[in-house]
Nanobody, 122 residues
Framework: EVQLVESGGGLVQAGGSLRLSCAASGFTFDDHDIGWFRQAPGKEREGVASINRSDGFIYYADSVEGRFTISSDNAKNTVYLQMNSLGPEDTAIYYC???????????????WGQGTQVTVSS
């Protein structure tokens, strides 16, 4: 059974940092692209960052470039999202997703976690 379990969300003040984790199981981790997405109330789900396994390329949304960093620990089957300089506009539910194809920041991934809430207070 494929499982993606996010953790690390919470409440943080503006300017603060959080590190999200996505623990994966039930599929070949190295063969799947991993993406982080977020969805704020009343808004569409948007891609934040992703790792493309075939070429190792990393994609970031313009809104998080320079503040967020995605990384992967293949030994632990875990992907991280380090988020710095957080602002209220980053408040959302954050999801990780996996897919054998290269969807980048497009939310067409096959497998999704349940999400973790990130709330940034001003």
């Amino acid at each position: 059974e494929v499982q993606l379990v996010e953790s690390g969300g919470g409440l943080v003040q503006a300017g603060g940092s959080l590190r999200l984790s996505c623990a994966a199981s039930g599929f070949t981790f190295d063969d799947h692209d991993i993406g982080w997405f977020r969805q704020a109330p009343g808004k569409e789900r948007e891609g934040v960052a992703s790792i493309n396994r075939s070429d190792g390329f990393i994609y970031y949304a313009d809104s998080v470039e320079g503040r967020f960093t995605i990384s992967s620990d293949n030994a632990k089957n875990t992907v991280y999202l380090q988020m710095n300089s957080l602002g209220p506009e980053d408040t959302a539910i954050y999801y990780c997703a996996a897919d054998p194809l290269g969807w980048g920041l497009t939310p067409m991934y096959d497998y999704w976690g349940q999400g973790t809430q990130v709330t940034v207070s001003s």
